[in-house]
């Protein structure tokens, strides 16, 4: 038997200290978890592009936590109280911690299957506006991410030294990643980029962070990435608003549930610059205007007069302004009026009042984002009935290429979009995909002698295009063996036996169809050299 | 303009001083590469369970891997001389290092569609045999694979300790995390698994390895993995065996390219047996022997004496058997005759030979697998022109779930197959599919008016399931429009401009149809309402 192993403090209840746990620790959290006793987790503003913590601490919130434990990654087959083993403590020997480390999770067959449902459609969203994948380590260059200006998701970075010294974190976002390559296209001695632009890429990196203030807080999320490189105009916003507008349609979600937020920093810049505020203060600026939901307008207020140096008077203004509930009010009481900056907001929200989403968007002079390197317009998507965070999040970065050592600025514009709150809203609309598994046939030998035939059988079904499971030992108890195709959701199901056999045949069961078939479509003996037209004996 | 920035050692290169780049460092690389400066790349023994260095050192290797980099991540499109910017050493300022961390690679579009091909190839077969996909952190516990055996890949772990102190690892491997799910499952009462067994799992995992002492090495590699828990008998093996073969036949490898040798340690383990070796020994016994390739026979046989403590004649004896051709001359040499393990290897050929696929198949004493957990029959697959490393490999593991706390045996077999030795050898045998980027439409605006209007088309023609690039801008230059849909491999262009709108209409160029095609059929005035069957206005 093992010896008792110790795999450091035991994160996914989010304690701190050491705890052992026996087999069976999966089934014990279960109990655990659907009792509430488990802090909420978090996304927060894990990836900068996307804030997406799912608990906002609310009473719906945590209706909602029962919820998601009970139908979430630790799967409903496995939550019946039968299932709940003995608590750790009550059991000596053999222990060994069986969670993933603090903050991660295992993804379990149907977990998969939801996360690659999920995938998948953001997949084809993004092959159906013409976008084409890539990819980069999940481990950077810390040096990536150290643009200095306060922001939240470089102060929580999972980083660390490598053998060699080397400071390296596991990735917090996509953007500064798809720069870096952006940058390899391009000629020293031009600045060109020697690649048709614009570039239309997308991505569904892993994204980590950590943090250890608050507990169970999630380290690890997916974060589906959209941008665009080389496109200076409003459209490319436009298309990017439209895929996520497509997005949602494609999953069942409307415009009933769902809303786009969006502003412009270029429109803030210009109400700052009116203020006297120099352009290099700019990102700072606006990362302190995005805390007004955390700590409130008057210490945004306090940090903009004590760390940027506006006057009181001048910071009040900006915070006031950030109320404004329309372009044309926050214009005015910004004093920006029919600025360029105003024009090509107002140019935004009519494309999308051709391209049929106007319904989805919404100004709002709050909106700023988390994260320096926007300079434009910036989005974000969020859920009408205000119980979860934002949904998906983006805008516009002109200067963050020249930041890594472009000569000139190229225009981006890109979002990221989690793979946690969108799963919830799922769930809260009732539009979450059922995906049983399934599999077309599984077949069984009648005795140990048959199972090489057997497996031959399923070599000929899997050739004509069939998804095959062979029951793995003779299945003399033929209950035993349709059970087994039960589980695991076959449609039919092959016996392999002597008789049948040495007439060069196979009987072949239709577990799906309905009472009324009659007998001989029911149940098929099929000759061994047709098995790849199978189909047809059922028709 | 930005400051220069520096991030660690300049790992892509090889080297360990710390060097600066500028943008347009891909591009001198590629320069770099093509000359044949670069150490070889090599996985080496990664994950274990698949040995896939790719250049073993001979002048073939050598010859492969100027064409590696040729057609490689690098992208063939970025290859010309023209493209070849400036040495970094003579271009001040700006600097930053744009390479990916040591040992890892960048995903560009060309690449990634190489990757997905690949993948989708695993997973089609996976769905085949009735596998579900699973995952599990890249982040795991340290401890999980410190099962103290010698094993290479415990000793090149990519591994830290957290913030918090936790001892954690990128995985060198995906076994131990499928365990640690399995017992998640386990009641720790009985013992049994609360799960339809077996479990049928597979999975695309990125593996991780550190080590220092030669340049230039790859730190990361993909690795396709199928396991099968719950089956002790050899169905399991023959099944995935089918698999490995099933997944070469889909990408146009033969059995004149690629033979798989099978052993099994339970033969090797009657021998030990019979030499008087503890089974406790067992393992780190298969650990040494499995050297034989790299260390040579009589290091082998004073590790056996020295560390295990067989007398000379012995380890003589077993490094001698392991050079047998066949079963019976091994099972003779090694004194073990008709034994129950010789008998189920038997067993497995034949099942193979039912199945089909024996041609693929051959026994070979000397393969034993790197890893201390296999416990009965282990496999490789190797290239017949003998130029590249193993391309994937596996075995049994019965006994790996007790060392993790089980209270009994779990039969286990699986197999990891690597992303890099599998894209050499078709990159070798000419069938490595071309991949070129395509897009149904390309859709542009006769001039800025139309933009709105033209991202309407596109949205009709989205929900039509075409996927659809807008170009960016009004395309007043048709030619730069033309160049572009080029470019960006569409099918058909449609122009959105004042005219034609007037009347309902959009201009539509099928851009790939054959010369002698009828003008009508070539362009066509495609009235709005009826895009959503715009293909049969050309048919």
Chains 1, 2 share one sequence.
């Not at 400071?167 to 953007?175: D, G, N, Q, S």
């Not at 002079?365 to 999040?393: H, M, P």
């Not at 048959?450 to 399923?458: N, T």
Request: hydrophobic residues 40%; charged residues 25%; contains cysteine.
């Amino acid at each position: 038997m093992a010896a008792a192993l110790h795999l450091g403090s035991s994160s996914s209840l989010g304690t701190r200290q050491a705890v052992f746990f026996v087999p069976g620790s999966r089934l014990k959290h279960r109990r655990e978890l659907l009792a509430g006793s488990r802090t909420g987790v978090s996304e927060g503003s894990l990836a900068g592009t996307v804030t997406c913590s799912v608990f906002a601490g609310s009473i719906a919130a945590a209706a909602l936590r029962g919820r998601r434990f009970a139908a979430g990654s630790s799967g409903t087959r496995r939550s019946a109280a039968s299932d709940v083993a003995a608590p750790a403590a009550e059991v000596k020997g053999s222990a060994f911690t069986l969670d993933p480390p603090s903050g991660t999770r295992d993804f379990f067959p149907e977990d998969m299957r939801q996360q690659r449902w999920l995938f998948d459609r953001f997949r084809e969203v993004a092959a159906s506006y013409g976008f084409q994948e890539y990819d980069a380590p999940v481990l950077e260059h810390e040096e990536l991410y150290k643009r200095k200006a306060g922001e939240e998701i470089t102060e929580q970075m999972y980083n660390f030294r490598d053998k060699e010294g080397a400071a390296v974190t596991l990735r917090p976002e996509m953007t500064p990643s798809l720069a870096r390559m952006v940058l390899q296209l391009m000629r020293a001695e031009t600045g060109e980029i020697a690649a048709q632009l614009p570039l239309k890429w997308f991505a569904i990196p892993q994204c980590w962070r950590f943090e250890t203030t608050q507990r169970g807080r999630r380290r690890e999320h997916y974060q589906w990435n959209m941008d665009i490189v080389g496109v200076a105009g409003i459209t490319a916003e436009a298309e990017l608003l439209s895929a996520v507008v497509s997005f949602f349609e494609s999953v069942g979600i409307t415009s009933k549930d769902v809303g786009i937020k969006i502003n412009s920093r270029k429109v803030l810049g210009a109400v700052l610059n009116n203020a006297g505020v120099p352009a290099e203060r700019f990102a700072e600026t606006c990362v302190i205007i995005d805390k007004l939901d955390k700590i409130g307008a008057a210490a945004v207020q306090k940090e903009l007069t004590e760390k940027v140096g506006l006057s009181a008077d001048v910071a009040q203004k900006i915070v006031a302004a950030t109320g404004a509930k329309t372009l044309d009010e926050f214009a005015e009481l910004a004093g920006v009026g029919e600025s360029d900056e105003v024009k090509e907001l107002r140019k935004l929200f009519e494309l999308a009042e051709d391209y049929g989403y106007a319904d989805w968007l919404q100004f709002d002079a709050s909106v700023v984002r988390g994260l320096a390197y926007y300079t434009g317009v910036v989005f974000e998507a969020f859920d009408k009935a205000g119980v979860l965070r934002a949904i998906c999040g983006g805008g516009r970065y002109d200067k963050l290429l020249e930041l890594y050592g472009s000569k000139k600025e190229v225009p981006c514009v890109g979002f990221g979009f989690g793979d946690c709150v969108i799963v919830e809203l799922l769930r809260e609309r009732g539009v979450q995909p059922q995906l049983p598994v399934t599999v077309d046939f599984v077949v069984a030998a009648y005795n140990n002698d048959m199972l090489g035939k057997a497996m031959s059988v399923a070599r000929r079904l899997r050739k004509a295009g069939k998804s095959v499971d062979v029951y793995p030992e003779a299945a003399k108890k033929v209950k035993k063996a349709f059970k087994y195709a039960d589980k695991v959701g076959a449609r039919k199901m092959a016996f392999v036996a002597p008789d049948e056999w040495e007439n060069g045949l196979v009987s072949i069961k239709d577990l799906r169809c309905p009472p009324e078939t009659p007998a001989d479509k029911k149940q098929v003996n099929v000759p061994l050299a047709e098995l790849d037209k199978v189909d047809s004996f059922f028709e």
